[in-house]
């Protein structure tokens, strides 16, 4: 294994704030970034196939195929032996702990390093961000606060006992493969695919409110304690909830931006 570095990252805004952080430090350092959500779908295994098929089917997304040709190239250059790894994860996001348990799943026994960012807490300059305030995930940093940080600096090796809880901890997950997974207790575990349908519903009321509010609304609730879910998922499941009649719909359904609900 050379001496290069590619820090592995599972989020595609992540990715992005983390290369302009190194660039803006003088950095020259390889970052990757997964585009697919191992937090919802099919794990066992997380074939792309199979993911765009059940996307299409319980999602009604299409077009994931595209996402899953982005996945196989991610997983072939993190698992290539020619870069010193350093992956980073928050167990305060669904999606990036379920990457980061996929990445050890396929690992085996090598050597990595970890930048753990569950208890980092951090002071942005953004205006109406509380000074200092605790990080959620990579995703929702400015590239200067990373920068200003030197986040990197965190990076620490993975123990064998954190190991061996992971694969534990994956392994259940994958043999439950369930349609979510969800946090709880600073662990994943496996939901059903209606778990979040009472937070949608407790968004709507009897006026009628622009879908998107009542997704956004639903995201904030969702997140608190940690990134749960996405909109993608939460899209879905108004869709079904109108289907079931338990929502009512105006206007384009298909668009979250073009329709309304009550």
Known sequence: MSGSI??????MSAAGTLRAALQQAG????????????SFGPIDPPDPAVRTAWMDQELEVSGWDEVGGQATTFWDEALSRTHRKVAWLSRRSAQEYAGFLELLWRLGDETIEIVDLTDA??????PGVPNPHQVFSLAELNS???????????????????????????????????PLRILRDGELVSAPITYFDPVVLSCATAEWQKTARIIGEALCETWTGGMQIGDIELFARVRALVAAGRLQCRGDLLDMHRSELR
């Open 144 to 178: 200067f606060v990373v920068s200003d940080h030197q986040l990197w600096n965190f990076r620490q090796d993975l123990t064998s006992d954190m190991r061996d809880a992971c694969r534990g901890q994956w392994a259940r997950l994958r043999a439950e493969n369930a």
């Open 121 to 126: 807490v951090v002071r942005a300059g953004d």
């Open 27 to 38: 950095r020259d350092e390889r970052v990757i970034g997964l585009a697919d959500s191992l």
């Open 6 to 11: 590619l820090h592995v990252v599972f989020n």
